[in-house]
């Protein structure tokens, strides 16, 4: 779904990612700044926001293999030149974007016939036959309409919508109900796996052709809720899970929520530290692409209130601990 914003804008700059980024490291960024800008994270700030909506704006095109090799082909045709249709009398225009590629002052190695013949190439085929690829049967456009090539019929305006989701629907996937740009109803599916602000393109479902050409399509973001326990990490789940004093020390067997609701035992060794996770294979987000695991995050509890008899006995139990300073290291490299 090519737009005007793909002369304007550097995707990959947005992500701070390369040009020749893979498509994990490109997932793995996303998603690190998707957590650091999302609101939910930073409440009331407008900044964040924006960040928020232009990084998934990007990713939503740079995810997409497809439309990233259309957006890499725009972006090295065009330099970031504004394009603008012939005869509209607007800055740029078929040359400023093509000039390179067709030659100078835009001429194309073939013949151009501005009173509707369209673009010929050796007398064979048209403006579609060169460019339906990678416009789409000749036609440029976005959520404002677009260009539409000499003697075809205009594309229908593409529409945003947007939905909001609980957490488990999110990750099992559920099939809802839209009504299209022509006021008609229809069902989409919420694929299982989907992600907060994830976009999802339902074609042709948007604004009709003015002049009997293909409808626009609909772009949906999904907006995910909060889970009181669970948090996503890709197809993960993360659980933070407490544990008292005595079972991190001596270890211990403990019980685990998952999120189909039945909890699973994991060991906690003994000497486990907070912040160590425990992995479950497989329990995570069941998704079309795989599925991801649980990792247990385990926390150390400490106690706000110790009886008097406690109170003594965790004296006396400190006093047999050897003679060690936990913070020694930190502080040595604090000094040197």
Known sequence: ?????????????????????SEAELKKTYRKLARKYHPDSNPGDAAAEAKFKEISEANSVLGDPEQRKEYDQIRAMGSGARFTAPGSGGQGGFDDVFGGMFGAQGAPRGQYFPGGGGFQQGGQGG????????????RFGGASGGFRGYGGPTRGNDVTAHTTIDFVTATKGETISLQAADGKPFKVKIPAGVADGQKIKLRGKGQPSPDGGEAGDIVLTVSVRKHPVFERDGLNLRVTVPITFAEAALGATIEVPTLAGDPVKLRVAPGTPSGRVLRVKGRGVQAAKGAGDLLAVVQVAVPSHLSGEAKEALEA????????????????????
Do not use: C, H
């Open 127 to 138: 403006f579609d036959d060169v460019f339906g690829g990678l416009f789409g049967n000749g």
């Open 1 to 21: 779904m090519a737009s005007q914003d793909w002369f304007d804008k550097d995707f990959y700059k947005v992500l701070g990612v390369s040009k020749d980024v």
């Open 317 to 336: 139990f400190a006093e047999k601990l050897p003679d060690e300073n936990p913070r020694e290291d930190i502080l040595a490299k604090a000094r040197s």
